[in-house]
């Protein structure tokens, strides 16, 4: 099992930055997959970063460029480092965790941090 815990969501000027962090219950090695997800009032949950156990990153074309998702395993938690944010970026940021076994996928979810981008 694994529990995660968010931090570093809140209120931010377009243009501003904010480092979101998500730290995990137990190593991050036998964590096969993290990401970062972010859910919009009347919208879908969308993924905007993941990283696998190999550190292989994809990103959503919308964040491309302006966001980083990274991981301190000595820490066992992973980051996602938001710059140069926009109004659209304005979402609940929720932290994922993937592993997978022989006959079992498992995903656990943080308990979401809102991130608020206006002037």
């Known amino acids: 099992q694994v529990q995660l815990v968010e931090s570093g969501g809140g209120l931010v000027q377009p243009g501003g930055s904010l480092r979101l962090s998500c730290a995990a219950t137990?190593?991050?090695?036998?964590?096969?997959?993290m990401g970062w997800y972010r859910q919009a009032p009347g919208k879908q949950r969308e993924l905007v970063a993941a990283?696998?156990?190999?550190?292989?990153?994809n990103y959503a074309d919308s964040v491309k460029g302006r966001f980083t998702i990274s991981r301190d395993n000595a820490k066992n938690t992973v980051y996602l480092q938001m710059n140069s944010l926009k109004p659209e970026d304005t979402a609940v940021y929720y932290c994922?965790?993937?592993?997978?076994?022989?006959?079992?996928?498992?995903?656990?979810w943080g308990q979401g941090t809102q991130v608020t981008v206006s002037s």
């Open positions: 994922n965790a993937r592993v997978v076994r022989v006959a079992l996928t498992d995903d656990y």
């Open positions: 137990r190593s991050i090695f036998s964590i096969n997959a």
């Open positions: 990283v696998t156990s190999g550190s292989s990153t």
